[in-house]
């Protein structure tokens, strides 16, 4: 018997089943892959909240913007819940709060490094005395990084008085070892002090 051959029709409507099937499996992979690098864009900058903030970080919306997504966070601070809206790369490389781009792998690596450091002063009882409204204290704690708060002690309101009884008479003070030492002083400066490495 012999064997039929397929009709031009027939080879047509192969021909168009075949090139669907292609585009699906395209198009089905394609959002895979979006959907998982968007998890991946959402963890990391989720990632570099919960560390900076030491606090619970949640994702509230996403919304695709051409080649960024906008992301609306909420932190969970002690204080009250904050909403922070953040813009995120699609490669997930960099990130941008009120007009400050910052690379995000970086920023985490140098986030770490601020948390050890301030936290390594916090158990040789390193501490700034100040104010946060004043120039001096304010720049002393960005010397010190994100995490100063851990070695902080306010000298306003109803501390003021407590500061004075201690012998605080300039601020910033910083007191180690019950030694006063007033001004700004430098990251080298406090490395050499404490022989805490940033």
Not at 143 to 152: L, P, Q, S, T
């Amino acid at each position: 018997m012999a064997s039929k051959k397929p009709a031009k029709k027939d080879i047509a409507y192969i021909t168009i089943i075949v090139v669907l099937a292609f585009v699906l499996v395209v198009t089905v992979m394609q959002n895979t892959i979006t959907t998982g690098s968007q998890k991946q864009v959402l963890d990391s900058v989720e990632g570099v909240y919960k560390l900076m903030t030491e606090s619970d970080t949640e994702v509230l919306s996403v919304k695709d913007e051409g080649d960024l997504y906008r992301i609306m966070l909420r932190l969970k601070l002690a204080g009250g819940d904050v909403l922070k809206e953040v813009y995120a790369t699609k490669d997930g490389r960099f990130f941008s709060e009120s007009g400050n781009i910052m690379e995000i792998s970086a920023f985490t690596e140098r986030l770490g490094k601020e948390k050890k450091f301030a936290e390594c002063l916090a158990d040789k009882k390193f501490l700034v005395l100040g104010q946060k409204n004043e120039p001096n204290t304010f720049q002393q704690l960005l010397i010190i990084g994100n995490f100063a708060n851990k070695v902080y002690v306010d000298c306003s309101g109803a501390n003021l008085q407590a500061c004075q009884q201690i012998g605080i008479t300039e601020i910033p003070t910083i007191l180690y070892n019950r030694m006063n030492y007033t001004g700004v002083k430098t990251l080298d400066w406090i490395e050499s002090l404490t022989g805490c490495k940033y």
